[in-house]
C-alpha cells in the first residue's frame, strides 16, 4: 500500500522569500503524485501533479514540484511566497498500476506567511 | 450552480443520532468519494463509489453507510453518530478511472458529535 509523509507540520515564511514544502512517498512503483491546497474553510484545489515525464512540473499560482526517484520525494517549491499563499498544503499519492483513482494523502503543512 | 456542493456545510448533533451529510456534482463524474480530515491524519478515504449503485470501502469505513442511486448524489449516513466522528468531512468527484485524474473536491461539512 502506498503512503505518504510529510515531515513539516507547520512552516513560516516571510513574503517574497522562497518557499519548499517536503513530501516522501512510499509505493513499490513510479505513483501518480499531487499537490492540493486547503485555503481556511474551502476544499481542497489541485496545484499540480506528476505522472510521467519532465521530472520538473509546473503549477497554478507559481508553484512548481520535482519528482526525485531516487529520494522518493515529491517537494513543492516557490521562489517568492505571496501572503495569499498561506493555507495547508497536502501531498498526494495514487497508484500507478491497479486500486483505481483513490487517493492516499500526507497529513499536510500548515504555511503561515509573515508580512 | 455547476460544481459539486455539500450540506449542510455546519451540523452539531448528538451521540446516537442518526446525521445524512449530502453531497451534489453537476458534472455527471462516475467516480465519488468520501473523505474526512482530522488533525494530524490529514484526508482519509471513508468510502467511494464507481457509479451509480457501486460502493466499495475506504480507509476507515466503520460507523458509515453511504448510497449512490443516482450518479450525481453521494449521501454519507452516519447511523448512530459517536463523539469520534466529529471531523470535517469533504466530498470529491472525477470523471474516470485513471489515477492521475483530478479529484475535484467540495467544500466540506463541519460535523460536532456532542
Known amino acids: 500500500a502506498q503512503s505518504v509523509t510529510q515531515p513539516d507540520i507547520h512552516i513560516t515564511v516571510s513574503e517574497g522569500a522562497s518557499l519548499e514544502l517536503r513530501c516522501n512517498y512510499s509505493y513499490g512503483a513510479t505513483p501518480y503524485l499531487f499537490w492540493y491546497v486547503q485555503s481556511p474553510g474551502q476544499g481542497l484545489q489541485l496545484l499540480l501533479k506528476y505522472f510521467s515525464g519532465d521530472t520538473l512540473v509546473q503549477g497554478i499560482k507559481g508553484f512548481e514540484a520535482e519528482f526525485k526517484r531516487s529520494q522518493s520525494s515529491f517537494n513543492l517549491r516557490k521562489p517568492s511566497v505571496h501572503w495569499s499563499d498561506a493555507a495547508e498544503y497536502f501531498c498526494a499519492v495514487a497508484p500507478s498500476a491497479g486500486g483505481g483513482n483513490k487517493l492516499t494523502f500526507g497529513t499536510g503543512t500548515q504555511l503561515k506567511v509573515e508580512l | 450552480d455547476a460544481g459539486i456542493t455539500q450540506s449542510p456545510r455546519y451540523k452539531i448533533t448528538e451521540t446516537g443520532r442518526q446525521v445524512t451529510l449530502m453531497c451534489h456534482q453537476t458534472w455527471s463524474h462516475s467516480y465519488m468519494f468520501w473523505y474526512r480530515q482530522d488533525l494530524g491524519h490529514g484526508l482519509r478515504l471513508i468510502y467511494y463509489?464507481?457509479?451509480?449503485?457501486?460502493?466499495d470501502k475506504g480507509e476507515v469505513p466503520d460507523g458509515y453507510v453511504v448510497s449512490r442511486s443516482k450518479t450525481e448524489n453521494f449521501p454519507l449516513t452516519l447511523e448512530s453518530a459517536t463523539r469520534s466522528q466529529t471531523s470535517v468531512y469533504f466530498c470529491?468527484?472525477?470523471?474516470?478511472?485513471?489515477?492521475?485524474?483530478?479529484?475535484?473536491f467540495g467544500p466540506g461539512t463541519r460535523l460536532t458529535v456532542l
Open positions: 470529491a468527484s472525477t470523471p474516470r478511472l485513471a489515477s492521475y485524474n483530478e479529484q475535484f
Open positions: 463509489s464507481a457509479a451509480a449503485d457501486i460502493t
